[in-house]
């Protein structure tokens, strides 16, 4: 059986037409194809709804609670993309003051730190 294939006859190389399969096609977003991307998700329990940032009235932000209402729990979130001096441990303990305003809404810490354990 002989090859038909143009790649491999010379021929039909020089009548063929070349394009680049690596150009990006673009068209336009239909909406019911866009997808819905999850930004934000508990880290305890994965729930996407009821999560919350909080923080001490007054305070920097820099380090708050995401809190999820599904769970009831909370977690501390540095922003070391703000201040990349922020040190976990050391920040973790120096923001203790938010533990107690967290816990009075009724959620728990889902992630404990073993620095603070005798406190």
Known sequence: MPN????????????????????????????????NYVRVKCTLCGSTKGITYRQVEGDSGLVRAETCDNCRGYVKILQQQQDPALEPVADDVASLALDPL????????GAVNPFVWGH
Request: net charge positive.
């Open 4 to 35: 038909r294939s143009p790649h491999r006859n010379p021929k039909s190389l020089r009548n063929a037409q070349l394009s680049c399969a690596f150009i990006p096609q673009i068209r336009p977003l239909d909406s019911a194809k866009t997808r």
């Open 102 to 109: 967290v816990r009075e809404l009724g959620y728990r810490r």
